[in-house]
């Protein structure tokens, strides 16, 4: 409602905004679903047929916690095989984003990539070869058949945090790898960190993880592969 009255003024059919004077309901809407482990098999397992392309497509947002929006649109040129590395360069921020390939997500994307011209987009819907609008039916119905409640694509990225903060990442940490702008956002996958995240926390010490171009990137591929 306040949005047709602020278009209202801007098209010079209103004189005020009403709902500028109503208090907004704060409303809890950050969800903390995110795909447990021993659902990842069950619902890999339901990924073939017409689901084949969820097959990669999953792992792929698990291992790099990329929105969906950037994952349909991902082109070949903004896999960097070399550096090991993706560029998101169309993102929720409009700033480019940057995250490490680790070996699952380099094995995924090789050979989607391959015999493309860099302007090609990485999945393409096979009848069509043009690139996926959306995944939400057969995601839904692969779901249904792991016997998986609750959970919608965008907990795939939660998963990508939640193991980030699980191996003992910081909120810092995981806001850059996850392209967060506010670092309240990236707080919640550090909230409740399990038995033994002491053991990670050392380790991450021991292993400085500050950028995801470190020298050592060995722990942030095993993280989002696990």
Same mark, same amino acid.
């Given at each position: 409602m306040s949005r047709i009255f602020s278009l209202a003024v801007t098209w010079g059919l209103a004189d005020s905004n009403p709902c500028s004077r109503v208090s907004?309901?704060?409303?809890?809407?950050?969800?903390?679903?995110?795909?447990?482990?021993?659902?990842?098999?069950?619902?890999?397992?339901?990924? *073939?047929?017409?689901?084949?392309?969820? %097959?990669?497509?999953?792992? !792929?947002?698990?291992?790099t916690g990329a929105r969906k929006s950037e994952q349909l649109t991902l082109k070949v040129r903004q896999c960097d095989f070399f550096r090991n590395l993706i560029? !998101?360069? @169309? *993102? =929720?921020?409009? @700033?480019?984003?940057?995250?490490?390939?680790?070996?699952?997500?380099?094995?995924?994307?090789?050979?989607?990539?391959?015999? =493309? @011209?860099?302007?090609?987009?990485?999945w393409l819907f096979p009848k069509t070869g043009k690139p !996926?609008?959306?995944?939400?039916? %057969? !995601?839904?119905? %692969?779901?249904?058949?792991?016997?998986?409640?609750?959970?919608?694509?965008?907990?795939?990225? +939660? *998963?990508?945090?939640?193991?980030?903060?699980? %191996?003992?990442?910081? +909120?810092?940490?995981? +806001?850059?790898l996850m392209g967060? +702008?506010?670092?309240? *956002?990236?707080?919640r996958y550090v909230r409740n960190l399990p038995v033994g995240a002491g053991e990670a926390v050392m380790l991450k010490n021991q292993r400085r993880h500050n950028t995801v171009t470190s020298e050592d990137s060995g722990t942030l591929r095993v993280v989002v592969n696990s």
């Open positions: 907004r309901i704060k409303l809890q809407n950050q969800r903390y679903r995110y795909l447990l482990p021993d659902e990842e098999p069950r619902l890999l397992a339901q990924c *073939t047929g017409k689901r084949q392309h969820l %097959a990669t497509m999953i792992p !792929f947002a698990i291992g560029i !998101f360069d @169309r *993102t =929720k921020s409009n @700033r480019p984003r940057i995250v490490e390939m680790n070996s699952e997500v380099r094995e995924i994307l090789l050979p989607l990539c391959k015999g =493309k @011209r860099p302007d090609d987009y990485v !996926f609008v959306d995944v939400k039916r %057969a !995601f839904i119905r %692969a779901c249904e058949d792991a016997g998986i409640e609750g959970l919608v694509w965008h907990d795939l990225r +939660a *998963t990508y945090g939640t193991r980030l903060g699980e %191996a003992g990442f910081n +909120a810092y940490d995981i +806001a850059k967060h +702008a506010n670092i309240s *956002t990236s707080q």
